[in-house]
C-alpha cells in the first residue's frame, strides 16, 4: 500500500516532468531567438537537470515503497525537490533575466540534488 509520501513524491515527480517539458519547449521556442547562445545554454543546463531530477524524485517515490521506514528516503526526495526548484529555477531565472546574483543560488541547489542522492543511497543501504 502506497503511503501519502510515496503517492507525494511520484506525483510531484510526473509533475515536475511535465513542466520540465513544457519549459523545454517554451525554451526551443520562444526564448531561442531572444537569448544569447550562452544563456541559453545555461537555460538548457537547467532544463536537463530539472527533467532528470523529475525522474528521480520518481525513483524516490518507487524506492519508498520498498523500504517505507526509511527516513532518509524521505529526506532525499525533499532535499531533490528543493534541489531543482533552487538550481534549475536560479538557472531558468539567470538565462531569462541576466541578474547574475541568481548564480549564487545554484550551488546551493547543486549541494541539495547531490546530498539527496547520497541520502537515497543510504537510505537503500539501511535496510
Known sequence: MMSQTDKWFLALGAANAGAAVALGAFGAHALKDRLSPKMMSIYHTGNQYH???ALGLMLVGVVALQVPESGLTQWSGWLMLTGTALFSG???LLAMTGKGW???VTPVGGLSLI???ILLAAGVLQV
Open 115 to 117: 546530498s539527496a542522492w
Open 51 to 53: 527533467l532528470y531530477h
Open 102 to 104: 541568481l548564480g549564487a
Open 90 to 92: 536560479s538557472l531558468y
